[in-house]
C-alpha cells in the first residue's frame, strides 16, 4: 500500500506558475498527474518513468515538466504558463507492480485556480 500527499496548489493569475509535490510513502515504477473538472473525467496530465521517461499530454506539452526525486519518493509538476482552462483539481497517482500485477493508488487532490 502507498500512500500519496500532494502539496502546492491555488490560485494563480493567467500566465504564472505553481509547482505541485507529490510524496509517496514507498516506491513506485510509475508516477503520474492526473486533473479532473466537475462533470467530467479524471484526463492524463504528464508521467514520468523510472528517473526520465516522460510523457505529457498534447494540452500542457512545452508548459508543464513533470520530474522525480527517488531520495524522497516525491514527484514534482512543474506548472508555467498557465492558462484558466488548466482549472482543476490536479491527482498524483503511483504505479507499482507485484507479481505482475499493476496497482494504481491516488493522492487526495491539490486545487488550482487560475484566474483570467
Given at each position: 500500500?502507498?500512500?500519496?500527499?500532494?502539496?502546492?496548489?491555488g490560485?494563480?493569475?493567467?500566465?504564472?506558475?505553481?509547482?505541485?509535490?507529490?510524496?509517496?510513502?514507498?516506491?513506485?515504477?510509475?508516477?503520474?498527474?492526473?486533473?479532473?473538472?466537475?462533470?467530467?473525467?479524471?484526463?492524463?496530465?504528464?508521467?514520468?518513468?523510472?528517473?526520465?521517461?516522460?510523457?505529457?499530454?498534447?494540452?500542457?506539452?512545452?508548459?508543464?515538466?513533470?520530474?522525480?526525486?527517488?531520495?524522497?519518493?516525491?514527484?514534482?509538476?512543474?506548472?508555467?504558463?498557465?492558462?484558466?482552462?488548466?482549472?482543476?483539481?490536479?491527482?498524483?497517482?503511483?504505479?507499482?507492480?507485484?507479481?505482475?500485477?499493476?496497482?494504481?493508488?491516488?493522492?487526495?487532490?491539490t486545487?488550482?485556480?487560475?484566474?483570467?
Amino acid at each position: 500500500q502507498v500512500q500519496l500527499v500532494e502539496s502546492g496548489g491555488g490560485l494563480v493569475q493567467a500566465g504564472g506558475s505553481l509547482k505541485l509535490s507529490c510524496t509517496a510513502s514507498g516506491r513506485a515504477s510509475a508516477m503520474n498527474w492526473y486533473r479532473q473538472t466537475p462533470g467530467n473525467e479524471r484526463d492524463f496530465v504528464a508521467g514520468i518513468i523510472g528517473g526520465s521517461s516522460t510523457n505529457y499530454a498534447d494540452s500542457v506539452k512545452g508548459r508543464f515538466t513533470i520530474s522525480r526525486d527517488d531520495a524522497t519518493n516525491t514527484v514534482y509538476l512543474q506548472m508555467d504558463t498557465l492558462k484558466p482552462e488548466d482549472t482543476a483539481t490536479y491527482y498524483c497517482n503511483a504505479v507499482t507492480v507485484t507479481a505482475g500485477y499493476y496497482n494504481n493508488y491516488w493522492g487526495q487532490g491539490t486545487h488550482v485556480t487560475v484566474s483570467s
